[in-house]
């Protein structure tokens, strides 16, 4: 598989099931290895702030303008423990790196406002498998508290499968596919407002990034068995938590934990890289 942003060197995909994937970034030198991990969510960010809207090639005249404008799209507040958008860009990067999903609309593209939330799915992307396509709805938790990240994602689950709220997303999303997008009748004709709601949900995938503080990597400065095996142990734990919230539905919902030290420490440090981005 092709990784847009080769975060494979950074991340590890640990746990590999049809409804489960747990992610494993691990030490450097005896210490979480932090910045490798924000290096690569970096990485992300033009792509995550301007989707396929301004060409999917940049001019080398024009890559530092990009980076800056994508930068102020993503972090236009000083209130940046509250934002959803570090979620987000995991979400895209996961996605992109380890499922080969394509975007199909950066909605932060869209906003009216610096201070303004992007209300709606974290993530929306496509693949376009031979005999097969698939819709990519993804949602995303930055916690402190893996648990608490779980459960949220079992709740957003819930109320994202009301059929008023799919059709409401989708008369948001319609109307602003890229032109250039693969196949783009397909998926207009997927979000019409008449379009069996049955086979909507047939062609749907859920992904649900939970990334959070996580126990296991505090304790370790290295990747031993003992570790790996308190990794492994910790998220199938909050993976049989999900399924006990989870309701029952049909569509293909999977569950991405991406265990970290400390959630303050990568939300500080991509503050800093952030402020650094904007030049401000």
Known sequence: MARPFNSDLVIEEKISEADFRAYHV??????????????VIIEVLPEFAHGFY???????????????????????????????EFGELILHLLLRDFHGTLPLI?????????????????????????????L???????????LAGVR???KDLEAHLQADYLRSEFSLIRPKLPADTPEIEYWRNLMDEHKNLDEILNGICIPMVCTYSSETV???NDATAAYLKAFTDECLNLKAKFDE??????VEV????????DKSELVTELDTRLKALKME
Do not use: C, M
């Not at 691990?26 to 290096?39: C, I, S």
């Open 245 to 250: 919230k989870k309701i029952k539905t049909n």
């Open 136 to 146: 990519w709805l993804g949602e995303s938790k930055l916690y402190t508290d893996g």
């Open 54 to 84: 301004q060409g999917k090639e940049t001019p080398n005249t024009q890559l530092v303008s990009k980076l800056r404008d994508a930068a102020r799209r993503v972090y236009g507040t000083n209130d940046f423990k509250k934002r959803g």
């Open 218 to 220: 505090k304790k370790h």
């Open 254 to 261: 999977l569950l991405l934990l991406l265990p970290i030290e």
């Open 106 to 134: 950066s909605k932060i593209y869209f906003k009216d406002s610096q201070n303004s939330t992007v209300k709606g799915f974290d993530g929306v992307h496509i693949t376009i498998e031979p005999g097969k396509k698939k």
């Open 26 to 39: 691990g030490y450097e030198q005896n210490k979480f290895r932090l910045k490798p991990l924000v290096d």
């Open 152 to 154: 949220e994602l079992a």
